[in-house]
């Protein structure tokens, strides 16, 4: 396995805190705005990019989950999950990077489906089940030099900003899976 393979398995963990921990008002109001949200970032893309938006799948592929992963799922590190990795797109401008991890137990009975969604996005899934609960929201910040930075903005010409995200623990029909949001520079560009 060469070193960017493993990278985009495990990247270097980045510090989750919960949104009590954070001073708010460090942060700007817009990308505050897409942190707080508890809706669907799949419809508030479609909003904010009628027409034009799109799913570009990076990786789909069975991973051991890192340690704080396999704690907020409730399982063992040593169980295989489902890793994967999306950027989510408004026209050719990459907006957010997503990492969605699925344990087996998730992915049986009719919620299979999750591991053949492609293109497709998940948000779209989850949302429409009327079972899904969303707890232990976390924030995060990713530096440019961290190697998950990296994996979210491939260009290395893009502007070196901080990049914050959100990972949520939900569970659908009590099944847990856990999906991280990155939101990119260009969605606070206009």
Request: with cysteine.
């Amino acid at each position: 396995m060469t070193d960017a393979a493993s990278n985009l398995k495990h990247p270097q963990s980045t510090r989750w805190l919960r949104p009590a921990q954070i001073l708010k008002n460090s942060i700007n109001p817009q990308i505050l705005s897409w942190l707080s949200d508890e809706g669907s970032l799949t419809r508030r893309m479609k909003a904010y990019c009628p027409e034009q938006f799109s799913v570009a799948l990076l990786a789909e592929e069975w991973v051991l989950p890192d340690q704080s992963e396999s704690i907020l799922l409730g399982i063992p590190m040593s169980q295989r999950v489902l890793l994967r990795q999306v950027h989510l797109k408004c026209d050719q401008s990459l907006c957010v990077y997503a990492r969605s991890v699925i344990p087996l137990s998730t992915l049986q009975g009719k919620h299979r489906r999750l591991q053949y969604l492609g293109t497709k996005p998940l948000g779209e899934y989850l949302f429409a089940s009327p079972n899904l609960e969303r707890s232990k929201v976390e924030w995060s910040k990713l530096t440019p030099s961290s190697n998950l930075y990296q994996i979210a903005i491939p260009d290395k010409t893009a502007t070196k900003q901080d990049i914050w995200g959100r990972r949520s623990l939900f569970k659908i029909d009590k099944k847990p899976l856990l999906v991280s949001e990155f939101f990119l520079p260009v969605l606070f560009e206009t």
